[in-house]
């Protein structure tokens, strides 16, 4: 079956614009995370939907980073004004529900490179 | 703070050779994770182990979990170059809880 899938696959803006993100689930997994990982620091949680809520936000860098989900399936991934540190690969997995346990599956990612 | 550290972080080892790649994690947690990543590839999932003592293997890797020593550990038998990739460990706290992630392992295995 179809897994995660993210868009765009690359990014490339100037700094100080917004840009979205977004990220397909595998269908009927109800439990949605995006990570982040760049050179300097890894692989790091960004924030955590189960439905269309956000139980646990506590990953994003800073107010200029958001987040929504409708109808527990798509996400997107907003982020303003955006800056040369916030380059990276940003990833979305999910899985079936977050009773667990269960590995995240994956999607591609989108690179995004802020000029 | 969980923390999850892997040694080594880089490997290169020669074909038919086995080794050993570690996973220590600061907390308590039952539940670890092994992934796989090749570059400009994203994670693929290899194991997941739920319980103390629990073993897997799949192919030439096997992967076991030590709870009460906080450590996991993911052994590569007869390498083959197809086993080149970035080798991650990742543990979380429960149900819903984000994944914390090693540093990875890169690990290339020559002809």
């Known amino acids: 079956g179809a897994g995660v899938s993210q868009s765009p696959s690359n990014k490339v803006t100037e700094k100080g614009k917004d840009v979205e993100l977004r990220c397909d689930p595998i269908?009927?997994?109800?439990?949605l995370y995006w990570y982040r990982q760049s050179l300097g620091q890894g692989l790091e949680f960004l924030i955590y939907f189960q439905g269309n809520s956000a139980p646990d936000k506590s990953g994003l860098p800073s107010d200029r980073f958001s987040a929504e989900r409708t109808g527990g399936s798509v996400s997107t991934l907003t982020i303003q004004r955006t800056q040369q540190e916030d380059s990276a690969v940003y990833l979305c997995a999910s899985t079936p529900n977050p009773v667990g346990p269960y590995e995240q599956y994956f999607g591609p990612g989108t690179r995004l490179t802020v000029t | 703070e969980l923390k999850v550290e892997q040694n080594p972080l880089f490997l290169s080892m020669q074909e038919g050779k086995n080794y050993t790649i570690y996973c220590n994690y600061s907390?308590?947690?039952?539940?670890l994770y092994w992934y796989r990543q090749d570059p400009g590839k994203s994670l693929e999932s290899l194991f997941v182990?739920?319980?103390?003592?629990a073993v897997k293997q799949e192919g030439r890797l096997m992967a076991s979990l030590d709870t009460k020593a906080r450590l996991s550990t993911l052994h590569i038998t007869a390498a083959v170059h197809d086993l080149s990739a970035t080798y991650f460990c990742?543990?979380?706290?429960?149900?819903?809880?984000?994944?914390?992630f090693g540093e990875g392992t890169q690990l290339t295995v020559n002809p």
């Open positions: 907390t308590t947690s039952d539940r």
């Open positions: 182990l739920l319980s103390n003592g």
């Open positions: 990742a543990v979380d706290r429960g149900s819903g809880s984000r994944l914390t």
């Open positions: 269908s009927g997994h109800t439990a």
